[in-house]
T-cell receptor, first 110, second 108 residues
Framework: DSGVTQTPKHLITATGQRVTLRCSPR?????VYWYQQSLDQGLQFLIQ???????AKGNILERFSAQQFPDLHSELNLSSLELGDSALYFC?????????FGPGTRLTVL | GIQVEQSPPDLILQEGANSTLRCNFS?????LQWFHQNPWGQLINLFY???GTKQNGRLSATTVATERYSLLYISSSQTTDSGVYFC??????????FGTGTSLTVIP
């Protein structure tokens, strides 16, 4: 158990819908990262937050957004969902450079 | 962005055999990690190894930062070692790049 929690574990929704994925980092970690793992794209970095501020942006679509709250938990919002958004979404946290991953949220878009 | 190449892409081992997995980076990375993704999808930290050599039980890793590669050694493999092994590293812009992984199957 890495200490990073993610909810929900599974999510099934329809095209065009909006969902929110939640992540709680390890106690004391200030950085939160979001990743997408799909069969065709592999593991891709989406975005990083550090103590509430956006720090780095990767291959995140405009339909996706994230934020980190004062209690350091983070949410990833995915809107106007498409079939191709079906993937495993990971959150990771760190206090230094070493990242620790949560168990992931498996999103299925039908 | 940084390209991360892992080899071999697939590996089948008899239980008890040893193996070496390699990770090459197209540019310098300021941090490097190895992960094991188990059959349930969980990403487990193996090593944080930006340079040098580390050992943890039957696993060890070596990173030669000046030549932009890292090696993961698995000795006396067990069926529980099966899964996908990823290396990943970050650039100066805080982007983090994963390789495409080595899929390992250990057969009894």
């Amino acid at each position: 158990d890495s200490g990073v929690t993610q909810t929900p574990k599974h999510l099934i929704t329809a095209t065009g819908q909006r969902v929110t994925l939640r992540c709680s980092p390890r106690s004391g970690d200030l950085s939160v990262y979001w990743y997408q793992q799909s069969l065709d794209q592999g593991l891709q970095f989406l975005i990083q937050y550090y103590n509430g501020e956006e720090r780095a942006k990767g291959n995140i679509l405009e339909r996706f957004s994230a934020q980190q709250f004062p209690d350091l938990h983070s949410e990833l919002n995915l809107s106007s969902l498409e079939l191709g958004d079906s993937a495993l979404y990971f959150c990771a946290s760190s206090i230094g450079n070493e990242q620790f991953f949560g168990p992931g949220t498996r999103l299925t878009v039908l | 962005g940084i390209q991360v190449e892992q080899s071999p892409p697939d590996l089948i081992l008899q239980e008890g055999a040893n193996s070496t997995l390699r990770c090459n980076f197209s540019d310098s990375v300021n941090n490097l990690q190895w992960f094991h993704q188990n059959p349930w999808g969980q990403l487990i930290n193996l090593f944080y190894i930006p340079s040098g050599t580390k050992q943890n039980g039957r696993l060890s890793a070596t990173t030669v930062a000046t030549e932009r590669y890292s090696l993961l050694y698995i000795s006396s493999s067990q069926t529980t070692d099966s899964g996908v092994y990823f290396c990943a590293g970050g650039d100066t812009g805080n982007q983090f790049y994963f390789g495409t992984g080595t899929s390992l199957t250990v057969i009894p």
